[in-house]
Structures are given as structure tokens and as C-alpha cells.
């Protein structure tokens, strides 16, 4: 499951702590089903969530955590285009060698997960002093926490996890310098992003270098690093896709009368071979106020479609999530707010491998991203998306792509 780390001089990977196996699902959904449609949590009810009675960490107790988590799902449940809710019942339940009480110790956080991986119930974990991490050969000194969903049915998200290492809230600086409380919320929102269902977003990128105001408005609270304390507050590309998943239908702000979509397909430079993988991103066309740095949402091309099918020989954790429609691979479809907006590719950051990818390649052999294909045409645009409205045919043909062995083969 995909894990947050601080952004650190080296972009590490991550080791994976994977309760689901690969992630299938890019910039927006975490999963996606055979029909190419995403797994999300029933929103019939609030999802229901547990916490465990014990510390977040040596300084931080059981009332306050709880106080802070409710906080941190509030982010996600407040925002106003999506139906999103989430509800807490209770102490995380008795189940295997947990009796109760405080989730400490490797076993009883297996067994609870085991019960997660049942879909008997969402637990959210402290790790006061990290011993768990540590026990799951996590790297306590930068992974801040991990999330995902434990068990799917045909079509919904049943049951999710998350966990927090509270090294990072200790109020010591060894071994791990504290996060401010800001900081550390931050990350846990991201994190429930994922026990939502969403993935990583690759916007802003060059935030990893340089990073100005209005890049930090735009940089989402999914990038796969936490770079800055505004991160805790959802940036538009994580208010489109939360909203996209779970849209809301009724009242005065819904989803439908907000955004629109833009799609399109990615080619190789033969204008017919659908190109996955690359990552697209719809920019607000900039009128003098920067816009276009500060609302941007994106997707991969090719997130319906199946990826990485494994064989078990060499390759054990292929996922087989995701639909086989050829239509699908190039594939990009992008929720907006209403505007005009330009639309423009590039490749996945290579760094982004294991916990931190986007896409399929979070696994557990922490494969590089693959290269987009050729280079980068101008963006395309302006586009014009009322709300409502799906604007289609926004296709990019990458330019100077090796050719296809079939292409001089007849009709
Ligand atoms: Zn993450």
C-alpha cells in the first residue's frame, strides 16, 4: 500500500507494505475494476472507521489522536462536490491475539490486519515508538505512514487501514526530528486519501526542485512526497478526483454543475498506437494570475486499462486489475473545474518507484516508472469545459517515437 514519506535530499523508494498487492491506478482512483470503472466506498452510509486506544506517541495521547484524526477525515468529508463521509465507531475490535487496547506489537497488528483483509472492520493504527515499522522492515526514519484498502468486492472498497509512525510526534529529535503537528496531519491526510481510494498525483513537479506560491497551491495533497505544510489543504486536483470518485448530487454545489471533463487519447507519433503511462495534466489557462500553477489536475493515460499482467514465473506481483478494451491504453480523462485550460504531457518522475509511485508501479520490486515514449508536443488548447460537459478527441501525438514493427505491413 502506498506509504508518505518526507521529501528528503535523496528520493528514496520506499518498501512496500502491500495488503492487496499491486495498486492498478493512476492520478485519481488507487483501484480500478475490469470494467475500467473505479473501486470505491459505498457512500450509502458513512464509511466506518476504528481507532486505536492507545497513544499516537510519548507525547501525544489516545484523546488527542483521536481528536486530530477526526480532524483529518473532516479535510476530505468537507469538500463540498464530493459525497464523501466517514464515521468513527469505536476502539479498533478484539480479533485474533488482540485483545484490546493499544495495537503495539507485530502480532496483534497482524491480526488486526488480517481481520481488515477480512473486511471486518478499518483500523487506524498508531506506532508510538515505531516498533511496528521497524518490525515490517519499514524505514522508520522516513516513512511517515501507509494506507490503502484491505479488502474489495466485485465493484466497492470494504474495509481500509492506516497507519502512523509517531516517532515523527514524539517531541525528541532522535531518532527521527520531529514534524510539526501541521506537518504530520498533513501527511495523515494524504494518507486517508488513499484509505479513500485515491492514488498519487504528478503535479507541480518541479516542486521537488524549485517551488513557488502558486506551485504550492497547485501541488497536491496526493503528491507522492510531503514538500510543504500546505499540503494539509486539498489543492484542486485532489478536489476534482475526490469529487470525481464520490460526486455530490444534490444541494447547491454539486459536482456536475463545478467540473467538467476533458479527455482524450495519448499516440506515439504514428497518430494510432495508444501510448500509456504518461502523464497528462489539464492546466487553467493563465489570464495574469498564475492559473495556470495553481489549478492543474492530472491523470496517466491508460488507467482503465490492465497493466503489468503478471506471470507467475518472473513476475509474481503483476496486477490483474483494470480493463482489456484497446481503447483504454491511451486513454486519459481529466475532471475540472469549469474553464478554459491547456492540456500537456510528460513522464512520470523516475524517482517516484515503490510507495511513492503513480500507477501500477508500486510493487514489491520497485520497478522504475517506464520512460514516456519520444518527447513532449506544445500543450494543446485552450479548451473550453462547462460544467457538466465532457469536451473529448483532446488527443496528444508524442513526437519522434521509435516506429512500430507492423507499421509497413499491409491492410
Ligand atoms: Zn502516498
Keep these: 500500500m502506498p506509504g508518505f514519506r518526507k521529501m528528503a535530499a535523496a528520493l528514496a523508494t520506499c518498501l512496500v507494505l502491500s495488503l492487496i498487492g499491486s495498486a492498478a491506478d493512476a492520478g485519481g482512483p488507487l483501484f480500478v475494476r475490469d470494467t475500467g470503472a473505479a473501486y470505491v466506498w459505498s457512500t450509502a452510509a458513512p464509511i466506518s472507521y476504528r481507532t486505536d486506544n492507545g497513544p499516537l506517541s510519548a507525547s501525544i495521547d489516545e484523546a488527542t489522536a483521536r481528536a486530530r484524526v477526526l480532524g483529518m477525515f473532516d479535510v476530505w468529508q468537507n469538500v463540498a462536490t464530493s459525497s464523501i463521509s466517514y464515521g468513527r465507531a469505536g476502539f479498533i475490535n478484539p480479533t485474533g491475539a488482540f485483545v484490546g487496547g493499544d495495537v503495539d506489537t507485530l502480532d496483534e497488528f497482524n491480526d488486526v490486519s488480517t481481520d481488515c483483509n477480512n473486511g471486518n472492520q478499518s483500523p487506524i493504527i498508531y ?120 460526486p455530490q448530487t444534490t444541494g447547491g454545489t454539486t459536482f456536475a454543475n463545478t467540473h467538467g471533463t476533458i479527455t482524450g487519447i495519448v499516440f506515439f507519433s504514428d497518430g494510432e498506437s495508444h501510448a500509456q503511462f504518461v502523464n497528462v495534466i489539464a492546466r487553467k489557462v493563465d489570464t495574469g494570475a498564475n492559473e495556470d500553477r495553481k489549478t492543474a489536475i492530472s491523470s496517466l493515460s491508460g488507467i482503465k486499462f490492465a497493466n503489468l499482467l503478471g506471470n507467475p514465473i518472473n513476475d509474481p506481483f503483476g496486477s490483474s486489475f483494470g480493463s482489456l478494451d484497446p481503447g483504454d491504453i491511451g486513454l486519459f480523462e481529466i475532471p475540472v473545474p469549469a474553464g478554459s485550460y491547456t492540456v500537456e504531457v510528460e513522464p512520470i518522475d523516475p524517482g517516484f518507484t515503490g510507495a511513492s509511485s503513480i500507477g501500477s508501479f508500486f510493487d514489491e520490486l520497485g520497478r522504475a516508472p517506464p520512460p514516456m515514449p519520444g518527447t513532449a508536443p506544445a500543450p494543446i488548447g485552450p479548451i473550453a469545459v462547462a460544467a457538466g460537459a465532457t469536451v473529448s478527441g483532446n488527443n496528444v501525438t508524442l513526437i519522434g517515437t521509435d516506429p512500430r514493427f507492423d507499421q509497413f505491413e499491409g491492410p
Design 127 to 246: 506506532d508510538a515508538d515505531a516498533s511496528i515499522f521497524i518490525a515490517l522492515g519499514a524505514d522508520e526514519t522516513s516513512l511517515i505512514g501507509f494506507a490503502g484498502a484491505c479488502a474489495l468486492d466485485a465493484t466497492q472498497i470494504i474495509s481500509g487501514s492506516a497507519m502512523m509512525n509517531g516517532l515523527f510526534q514524539d517531541g525528541l529529535s532522535a531518532p527521527v526530528p520531529d514534524l510539526t503537528t501541521a506537518e504530520f496531519d498533513a501527511a495523515i491526510v494524504h494518507e486517508l486519501g488513499h484509505f479513500s481510494g485515491l492514488d498519487h498525483s504528478q503535479v507541480n513537479v518541479n516542486c521537488l526542485g524549485f517551488c513557488g506560491t502558486d506551485d504550492l497551491t497547485g501541488l497536491p495533497t496526493m503528491f507522492p512526497l510531503l514538500i510543504d505544510v500546505s499540503q494539509g489543504v486539498l489543492a484542486p486536483d485532489d478536489i476534482a478526483w475526490i469529487s470525481r470518485l464520490y
